[in-house]
């Protein structure tokens, strides 16, 4: 059990570093944010699948967004409206991930040129197997630089389409 204990005390670790990185912003909104900022155009309600969390919290940190001038609503057809990040959104996005990545870089810094290598082999390992379906892949991924780690070099989206092609049915209770 003490394995997971500490796996547990990581987790809160990166959490509670992830969470001063996003400033003002609550969890919800930068994870809305950034999931804009890599996706473009967007509805509330795939946003928020995408999030993790309900239509209506959805629509009411977005609204926070278009407050603060980071998102704005575009072509508003029927019940279905786009979302866009304004300028100020994209800066404060880039501004988002640098801290989010940098935050990640300092909890790394006390690993040595083998262990980082050694973990990354390990987290790829971990991140396989969690990984259930595509749907997975776009929460779990939702802060992700998408960028920098994207076709062979991301685990979660390589083994998501894995299972796409193989219409192999993953046990949702794995996730």
């Not at 404060?92 to 980082?116: C, Y």
């Amino acid at each position: 059990m003490l394995l997971p204990n500490k796996l547990g005390a990581f987790a809160v670790l990166l959490a509670d570093i992830l969470e001063s990185a996003y400033g003002v912003l609550s969890p919800s909104a930068a994870s809305l944010l950034l999931t804009l900022y890599y996706t473009r155009n967007a509805t509330a309600t795939a946003l928020a699948k995408v999030a993790g969390i309900s239509q209506p919290t959805a629509v009411r940190v977005l609204d926070g967004l278009v407050r603060q001038g980071f998102i704005e609503r575009k072509n508003h057809t029927g019940r279905t409206t786009l979302l866009r990040v304004t300028r100020a959104g994209r800066e404060r996005a880039v501004s988002l991930q640098a801290a989010r990545l940098g935050a990640m870089e300092k909890i790394l810094s006390g690993l040595n040129t083998q262990e980082r290598a050694t973990f990354e082999r390990i987290l790829d390992t971990i991140l396989v197997g969690a990984t259930t379906s595509r749907a997975f892949a776009r929460t779990v991924c939702r802060l992700c630089n998408h960028p920098a780690c994207h076709g062979p070099l991301c685990p979660i989206g390589t083994r998501a389409s894995e299972i796409e092609q193989t219409g192999q049915h993953v046990d949702s209770a794995r996730r």
